[in-house]
């Protein structure tokens, strides 16, 4: 107690070097949260905005021979792929049934090529939250000719709510095929790319147009409450899938080995249905590269500045002892020991350190709300990918808070140590006869 | 008497020549496949003109050669842009049911398959190919009709295999020559994807060639394809002509 008021006493003595010392760990913390978070943030809204819209975290393709011999990925309404991956999933994750193609929008003279992907409305309530919609209403079962697509396509092909347009495609038996369309919503740019990666169609009707039944999928879209960890469970899926006598694609080592192991499928030497597992890293690696690309960059920069206020207090710290040495050595004589030397400097600058945290931590809430609300407008560039609504997402995780506090009281105290034992063993006698 | 034999051999006569003449759902797509087939090998040159609607219509020159399954127990063709400049060079490759696309610049091959369209046209890969409507298609409907002035069968084709571009098919067929004139591509759900009109033809070596072809997109309004052919010989082609290496080294 009586070397935290000396200490108090100390820090309110010299307030200008206190302060400007606490601000410059305030300045590092907050950087270390705020690029630390916007990492994080970013990943989270690629992965989650990917996921939602075009293949979930974990996405499940049967692959098999059609009746004319040509391999697609097609599931039956009574493939027992659903209940199994009910059972493995339980309430850790969703399972929402797709069918997917590629097709060509045409109005008239003008086409453009897109993913189509068929859902059922009902059970999509994430991706209507994810969708926002400058006009017209989400897929319902009422009219199954509907189609959600985004503001770009919708203006270059010079399309309206109520329109009709032509959908060109062909058969999962690769036969040309067409459907009609009716424009029931416009997807609001806001999502950048991710707003026209994919158009919605009902899957009853997306199924029609690919020749298959309205209950049949060519997709399994499974969605996880934790992104974080998509490979190490679509292993577990695929084992537990695996230990049940489950036809399965083999799971890649890398990408070289993923494309040949699906040109060994075609070898048609097999029947039946084989079922292939990728998680979302699998399906967009260089999101995760990205991701780990971010992350590098935030712990090399917190090494930096964490190096930057080792040295930054403990030259401080060198200074202060310096002009404090008549004193040091006044309250040796008077009786202080060398201990009781060390744990007020030490005290000292934690005061000051556990200052700069919380200015720190403020700084960065306060900064990140900023960042948060500005509106970069990035358009359908790559960037616009790692936006929400045109929007930096932070991913304020209180753990990083504490942990960056806690890693700054304990870079202090190190960088403390040293000044401080040297000043321990300042002489009484000589510091005095300094004073004389 | 001698008036009966006369009238009898005249009666078989007869009988024999409308034997040879009579077209069936039956016979029709082979007869078809014969006419448009060869039994050799086939070279031209075609000039190819793509309309693309908004834009200037673009031209390219081909050549073309092309052998049937009969030759080497697979079909091969071969196709390589001679003009313009900036398309030269380029060449398809087709083997049995494998498809190349050559690019001179990058000096690549890349598969292909029978169902893309070449040089971005409205005409594809199996489009150069032989014809093939006995093995791919059955008959559904036959009727009697004409096409302007000639006198035609008008024949509902729907695919029995999965090779196909188009699941229904109704082909203008001529009376006189058997030479399908028109053909109308329909989708699974019964829409109008494409036509192909043949209206000139040229007789060389006893057989029937194509002069000119019109592709045109029913889809797409204002997009379509004119083809003309020139130079038809159907001279024995050497070997190593179907081969990637002498697509790459007439590339250069």
Redesign the interface.
Known sequence: MRYLHVAVKNVVREKRRSLLLAGAIAFGLAVIILVGSLADGIMDSFINQQAGMISGHVVVKGYRYSSRDSLVSWMEEGDPIFQESKEFFGDSGRINLRSTTMGTFINGSEARQQMIMGIDPMQEDDLKELLILDEGTFLSDENKSGILISGEIAEELGLKIGDSVMLKTRTLEGVNNVGDLVIQGIIADDLGTVSSMASFVHRSYLNEVLGISSNDYTELHIFLEDNKTTDAVTSDFWNYLKNKNTALVDRPENRQERQEILARLTTHDWEGIRYQLSSLEETFPFVYVIGIFLNGTSVLIMIILMGIILVGISNTLRMMIFERKKEIGTMRALGMQRGAVVKSFILEMQIIALIGVIMGALTALVLGVIIESINFDLGHTFLSLFLYRGHFTMSFLPFRFALSGVVILFLVWLASLLPSGKAAKVDPAKAIHSIS | MKHWIITIAAILGLGLQLGAQTITEDNILSRIDEKLNFQSDFSCQFTMVTYR??SEPTTQQMSLFSRPEEIDGEEKFLAIVMKPDIDKGTGYLGQGDNYWIYDPESRRFSHSSA?DSVQDSDMNNDDLGTANFEDDYKVTAMTEGKLGQIDCWIVDLE?I???????NIKLWVGKKELLPYKEQ?F???G?L?RTVLAPKWSLIEGKYIYRQVFFVDE?????KTILLFDNVSLSSLPNHLFTKAYLEGSSR
């Open positions: 609607a908004g169902r695919a295999r999965e090779n196909v571009d188009y699941q591509d989708s699974l759900t829409t994807m889809i797409r309004r204002g997009n």
